[in-house]
Nanobody, 119 residues
Framework: QVQLVESGGGLVQAGGSLRLSCAASGHTFSTDGLGWFRQAPGKEREFVATITWSSGSTYYVDSVKGRFTISRDNAKNTVSLQMNSLKPEDTAVYYC????????????WGQGTQVTVSS
């Protein structure tokens, strides 16, 4: 089992910045890395970004490229998402998820943190 706890959400004006963090504990050795997903009201959950523990390889959804940066701290088993130039359409509940090693699946999820961007 892997436990994930997100922090750092809040309310910000358009153009502002927020930094989300996800702390992983438990069987983190069974994971390839962590990813961030988000779900806006009335919409399906969507992938935002992911990073691997070993190489630090990253991947982003097109809509956040150049604005969001995902990073990791292997010593602390934490992953952060720096969000700059926020837009109202970034408003959503953001979830951290652990990718199970060798499967590509995200089987463990945090409780989510609300990000609200006002126009």
């Amino acid at each position: 089992q892997v436990q994930l706890v997100e922090s750092g959400g809040g309310l910000v004006q358009a153009g502002g910045s927020l930094r989300l963090s996800c702390a992983a504990s438990g069987h983190t050795f069974s994971t390839d890395g962590l990813g961030w997903f988000r779900q806006a009201p009335g919409k399906e959950r969507e992938f935002v970004a992911t990073i691997t523990w070993s190489s630090g390889s990253t991947y982003y959804v097109d809509s956040v490229k150049g604005r969001f940066t995902i990073s990791r701290d292997n010593a602390k088993n934490t992953v952060s998402l720096q969000m700059n130039s926020l837009k109202p359409e970034d408003t959503a509940v953001y979830y951290c998820a652990a990718q199970i090693k060798g499967t590509g699946r995200y089987d463990f999820w945090g409780q989510g943190t609300q990000v609200t961007v006002s126009s």
